[in-house]
């Protein structure tokens, strides 16, 4: 069996069958385009039959002169499913109706008149093969009237012949329920003569379908006859939404999301005016289209209501009065995304449905709810209904929000009591998050994920296992990070979508004045250790993954915490080092938003020993010696240009044009169903491609032969747009320190820092571009010039031979 051959049969027959007996096979174009790797649907056809027609003897095969040996497993499968998939693929034509002649139009055989006494005796081994070696039962059609192709005619689905069933089902069912599992069901199991006999495999996929919608969710529409049924519907009706997401670092994507929910990319939204309901396609040609907010950074297109945010052709702009544009996010070259202050409502007063007393909106922790503002608890209220809350029997001051009242600033620990229209809502409150036990944590997978350092995960520029404290002002970390830490610490034991961890970052900096960017914070916990930053290898979607907390021995008295330490471990640290006879020491980060390291100092092996043995952490492993970033050089076939990286702005924006001259480009798969890819174009050198946003524009600068870092003598941050350190690397950094990175502000400007001394500059300075600003001063002057407390004061280096003011190495540096 070839390799093509065992992808076939674990896909189309030792998946569907581990769900009980088959009696279908739906070989869809999606499938295959993912298995071929094609960038078309020409392409796959190009490919598919290029790989049928190194069959020897194909002709004699299907004309059943060498059937196959009962001892042997099948090596025919790809016959099976190409006669399978030309009856169901897009490129079959509705007067495309006699088999044997669209068989020789894909392969240019002559089958006309052709004997196809080969097919059967394929399906019948292939029916024995897998009930005796796989267990699975193969309900194959009768071959009745059609003895030769009846029965392939018959197990495609969803083929000519079940399209016309569908054109009488949607005839029966109304417009506006055409896609209500209810109705679906009810027309089907009611409706005389709409599957014969001769439609086993329109049978087989309802009676699944049927079966699974009853059993509530919305597991039904990941069903074969669902999909099908779906994709014939929307050719007729336009129901899909247009989405807005936002991409790699801030910026926005848009989307046509199916009522499935399957997303499909688009360059903008006029690509989605053909599938979208009317009212909607009128106000993308208008250039003014309502968006609804969904919150977690996803927004989409509404026509029932008046909303603050609307997405807004560029051209337009100039029609709205400046004062009542809060913001705007550039979508592309055309549109922009606009957030309106204190819009008017609609002269026509929409009804609303009736708001249900009760606790929302909370983080869950087991079977309680985090108990630290902002992260607590609604309690939403009807309009003009009072309420009060108590907490251990006493009342407490709630603040007014919209739809309701919420906690105010706090740590809050217990059932809280709510009172309003004569009912008693109870909720438990904790005031941390738990640990996350082993089985439960979601893995960092290979095959699934693709980290954001990408080829330099688990790596460092050295693996010495060198301690050297930063000497720099250390600060502790402030309440926001602290309850952020522990809401991103509870919602990621399954991973979590980048934006949501991007929305709760927002949420948890609501109420500060002035704060990093959330893309700030989150670095921040990355190279912390806490998270691995992840983009998904089937889909263009990124999401945050737990790390397991482990431990790394140094010598005889030092054992080193690495990963998430939010308050439950570092208890339960505390815990064993007590028992242990150990000590635990908390080490704070380069500023209030970076996040503590913890270490435990034992006084000998044996007690080292004993913690290690009493915590049961993981010892973190050896890490892999850091090269310099070279991507890989393939020519990225079956991809287009879909951005532009602006170097001045940091972000990646809209661009298709078909040539790619000197710069950074994100490029999409053509059929969008795979990761995006980053490459790197320089003059006189070959093109570099990357499947992390973060190491392309690191690789692009150091490409381009740009100075990446300043090192000030005291930290470094970077020079410029966009660059970063891998985590990886920034985690080697802080175990040597034993001091985390963080945002620092400078002059009204934020920047992300790592604390440094002179030894790890010089090790990552050979992997790096990093220029040096610290030379020939006073070591003890350079830490008062880069300390946060001295800002603006000045001092007389006598070695330097000059007056230095503190904070204008770094000042210079952003």
């Given at each position: 069996?070839?390799?093509?051959?065992?992808?076939?049969?674990?896909r189309?027959f030792?998946?569907p069958?581990?769900?009980?007996?088959?009696?279908?096979?739906?070989?869809?174009?999606?499938?295959?385009?993912?298995?071929?790797?094609?960038?078309?649907?020409?392409?796959?056809?190009?490919?598919?039959?290029?790989?049928?027609?190194?069959?020897?003897r194909?002709?004699?095969?299907?004309?059943?002169?060498?059937?196959?040996?009962?001892?042997?497993?099948?090596?025919?499968l790809?016959?099976?499913?190409?006669v399978?998939?030309?009856?169901?693929?897009?490129?079959?034509?509705?007067?495309?109706?006699?088999?044997?002649?669209?068989?020789?139009?894909?392969?240019?055989i002559?089958?006309?008149?052709?004997?196809?006494?080969?097919?059967?005796?394929?399906?019948?081994?292939?029916?024995?093969?897998?009930?005796?070696?796989?267990?699975?039962?193969?309900?194959?059609?009768?071959?009745?009237?059609?003895?030769?192709?009846?029965?392939?005619?018959?197990?495609?689905?969803?083929?000519?012949?079940?399209?016309?069933?569908f054109?009488?089902?949607?005839?029966?069912?109304?417009?506006?329920?055409?896609?209500?599992?209810?109705?679906?069901?009810?027309?089907?199991?009611?409706?005389?003569?709409?599957?014969?006999?001769?439609?086993?495999?329109?049978?087989?996929?309802?009676?699944?379908?049927?079966?699974?919608?009853k059993?509530?969710?919305?597991?039904y529409m990941?069903?074969?006859?669902?999909?099908?049924?779906?994709?014939?519907v929307?050719?007729?009706?336009?129901?899909?939404?247009?989405?807005?997401?936002?991409?790699?670092?801030?910026?926005?994507?848009?989307?046509?999301?199916?009522?499935?929910?399957?997303r499909?990319?688009?360059?903008?939204?006029?690509?989605?005016?053909?599938?979208?309901?009317?009212?909607?396609?009128k106000?993308?040609?208008?250039?003014?289209?309502?968006?609804?907010?969904?919150?977690?950074?996803?927004?989409?297109?509404?026509?029932?209501?008046?909303s603050?945010?609307?997405?807004?052709?560029?051209?337009?702009?100039?029609?709205c009065?400046?004062?009542?544009?809060?913001?705007?996010?550039?979508?592309?070259?055309?549109?922009?995304?606009?957030?309106?202050?204190?819009?008017?409502?609609?002269?026509?007063?929409?009804?609303?449905?009736?708001?249900?007393?009760g606790?929302?909106?909370?983080?869950?922790?087991?079977?309680?709810?985090?108990?630290?503002?902002?992260?607590?608890?609604?309690?939403?209220?009807?309009?003009?209904?009072?309420?009060?809350?108590?907490?251990?029997?006493?009342?407490?001051?709630?603040?007014?929000?919209?739809?309701?009242?919420?906690?105010?600033?706090?740590?809050?620990?217990?059932?809280?009591?709510?009172?309003?229209?004569?009912?008693?809502?109870?909720?438990?409150?904790?005031?941390?998050a738990?640990?996350?036990p082993?089985?439960?944590?979601?893995?960092?997978?290979?095959?699934?994920?693709?980290?954001?350092?990408?080829?330099?995960?688990?790596?460092?520029?050295?693996?010495?296992?060198?301690?050297?404290?930063?000497?720099?002002e250390?600060?502790?970390?402030?309440?926001d990070?602290?309850?952020?830490?522990?809401?991103?610490?509870?919602?990621?034991?399954?991973?979590?979508?980048?934006?949501?961890?991007?929305?709760?970052?927002?949420?948890?900096?609501?109420?500060?004045?002035?704060?990093?960017?959330?893309?700030?914070?989150?670095?921040?916990?990355?190279?912390?250790?806490?998270?691995?930053?992840?983009?998904?290898?089937?889909?263009?979607?990124?999401k945050?993954?737990?790390?397991?907390?482990?431990?790394?021995?140094?010598?005889?008295?030092?054992?080193?915490i690495?990963?998430p330490?939010?308050f439950?471990?570092?208890?339960?640290?505390?815990?064993?080092?007590?028992?242990?006879?150990?000590?635990?020491?908390?080490?704070?980060?380069?500023?209030?938003?970076?996040?503590?390291?913890?270490?435990?100092?034992?006084?000998?092996?044996?007690?080292?020993?004993d913690?290690?043995?009493?915590?049961?952490?993981a010892?973190?492993?050896?890490?892999?010696?850091?090269?310099?970033?070279?991507?890989?050089?393939?020519?990225?076939?079956?991809?287009?240009?879909?951005?532009?990286?602006?170097?001045?702005?940091?972000f990646?924006?809209?661009?298709?044009?078909?040539?790619?001259?000197?710069?950074?480009?994100?490029?999409?798969?053509?059929?969008?169903?795979?990761?995006?890819?980053?490459?790197?174009?320089?003059?006189?050198?070959?093109?570099?491609?990357?499947?992390?946003?973060?190491?392309?524009?690191?690789?692009?600068?150091?490409?381009?032969?740009?100075?990446?870092?300043?090192?000030?003598?005291?930290?470094?941050?970077?020079?410029?747009?966009?660059?970063?350190?891998?985590?990886?690397?920034?985690?080697?950094?802080?175990?040597?320190?034993?001091?985390?990175?963080?945002?620092?502000?400078?002059?009204?400007?934020?920047?992300?820092?790592?604390?440094?001394?002179?030894?790890?500059?010089?090790?990552?300075?050979?992997l790096?571009?990093?220029?040096?600003?610290?030379?020939?001063?006073?070591?003890?002057?350079?830490?008062?010039?880069?300390?946060?407390?001295?800002?603006?004061?000045?001092?007389?280096?006598?070695?330097?031979?000059?007056?230095?003011?503190?904070?204008?190495?770094?000042?210079?540096s952003?």
């Open positions: 069996m070839s390799e093509l051959e065992g992808i076939f049969l674990e189309f030792l998946e069958g581990s769900e009980g007996t088959i009696g279908s096979v739906s070989v869809n174009d999606d499938a295959l385009i993912e298995i071929f790797g094609a960038s078309d649907l020409s392409d796959l056809r190009e490919r598919f039959v290029g790989n049928l027609l190194q069959i020897t194909l002709k004699a095969l299907l004309a059943g002169e060498y059937p196959p040996f009962a001892s042997r497993p099948p090596d025919y790809r016959i099976l499913m190409f399978c998939w030309m009856q169901t693929s897009k490129v079959r034509e509705e007067d495309d109706t006699d088999f044997r002649e669209m068989l020789g139009r894909h392969t240019g002559n089958f006309l008149g052709a004997l196809m006494r080969g097919l059967n005796p394929m399906w019948e081994h292939l029916q024995a093969y897998l009930s005796k070696e796989h267990g699975i039962d193969l309900d194959l059609p009768g071959i009745h009237p059609h003895s030769q192709i009846g029965r392939t005619l018959r197990i495609a689905f969803p083929t000519l012949r079940d399209k016309a069933a054109k009488r089902l949607r005839q029966i069912i109304g417009a506006q329920t055409l896609l209500d599992p209810v109705e679906v069901s009810r027309a089907v199991n009611t409706t005389r003569d709409l599957i014969t006999e001769t439609m086993p495999s329109f049978s087989y996929n309802f009676k699944l379908f049927d079966r699974s919608w059993r509530g969710g919305g597991e990941q069903t074969t006859f669902w999909k099908a049924w779906y994709s014939f929307a050719e007729y009706t336009a129901l899909e939404e247009l989405l807005i997401v936002r991409g790699d670092f801030g910026d926005h994507e848009l989307f046509r999301v199916s009522p499935s929910g399957e499909k990319a688009l360059r903008g939204p006029e690509e989605a005016q053909k599938f979208v309901p009317e009212p909607i396609a106000a993308i040609r208008s250039g003014v289209v309502l968006m609804e907010d969904l919150g977690w950074g996803r927004s989409r297109a509404t026509s029932a209501q008046e603050s945010l609307i997405l807004l052709r560029r051209s337009r702009l100039a029609e009065d400046d004062e009542a544009i809060v913001s705007y996010d550039n979508i592309n070259a055309q549109w922009l995304l606009a957030n309106f202050r204190n819009r008017t409502a609609s002269d026509v007063p929409i009804p609303s449905a009736r708001r249900v007393i606790w929302r909106d909370g983080i869950r922790v087991g079977g309680a709810h985090l108990g630290r503002s902002p992260f607590t608890p609604i309690l939403s209220l009807p309009a003009g209904v009072a309420a009060t809350v108590s907490l251990g029997g006493d009342r407490v001051a709630m603040e007014a929000v919209p739809q309701g009242i919420s906690f105010p600033s706090g740590t809050y620990s217990g059932t809280a009591t709510g009172q309003a229209n004569g009912q008693i809502f109870n909720i438990l409150l904790v005031p941390n738990i640990e996350t082993r089985d439960r944590r979601l893995a960092f997978d290979r095959f699934r994920d693709i980290g954001e350092d990408q080829f330099h995960r688990d790596t460092a520029p050295s693996i010495d296992g060198v301690l050297n404290p930063w000497p720099g250390r600060v502790k970390s402030c309440e990070m602290t309850n952020i830490a522990e809401a991103l610490y509870a919602r990621t034991a399954r991973g979590l979508a980048f934006v949501d961890a991007l929305e709760i970052i927002r949420r948890g900096l609501s109420k500060s004045p002035s704060a990093p960017r959330e893309w700030d914070i989150l670095r921040t916990f990355a190279d912390a250790g806490w998270f691995d930053l992840t983009l998904v290898r089937n889909f263009p979607a990124r945050l993954l737990q790390r397991p907390t482990s431990l790394r021995t140094v010598g005889a008295h030092i054992v080193m690495e990963g330490t939010p439950a471990l570092v208890e339960r640290i505390e815990a064993a080092a007590s028992a242990a006879g150990g000590t635990v020491e908390i080490h704070h980060g380069v500023s209030q938003w970076a996040l503590p390291r913890v270490l435990v100092r034992t006084g000998d092996r044996d007690r080292q020993r913690f290690v043995e009493r915590i049961g952490f010892d973190e492993g050896a890490k892999a010696k850091a090269v310099p970033i070279k991507g890989d050089e393939h020519d990225a076939h079956g991809y287009h240009v879909v951005a532009r990286f602006e170097d001045h702005l940091g990646f924006a809209a661009n298709f044009d078909n040539e790619m001259p000197q710069g950074l480009y994100r490029l999409e798969r053509n059929e969008g169903k795979k990761p995006f890819l980053y490459r790197s174009i320089v003059s006189g050198k070959t093109a570099e491609n990357f499947a992390s946003p973060s190491i392309a524009i690191l690789a692009h600068h150091t490409r381009m032969r740009r100075q990446l870092f300043r090192y000030d003598g005291n930290v470094m941050v970077s020079s410029a747009a966009r660059v970063s350190l891998p985590s990886s690397w920034a985690q080697w950094a802080s175990s040597r320190t034993i001091c985390n990175a963080g945002a620092i502000l400078r002059s009204g400007t934020w920047s992300h820092a790592y604390p440094l001394g002179s030894e790890e500059v010089a090790l990552l300075s050979g790096i571009a990093i220029e040096r600003s610290e030379a020939n001063g006073t070591p003890w002057i350079d830490r008062f010039a880069a300390s946060a407390s001295n800002s603006g004061r000045v001092i007389f280096d006598g070695r330097a031979g000059k007056i230095r003011r503190a904070g204008s190495a770094l000042r210079k952003i």
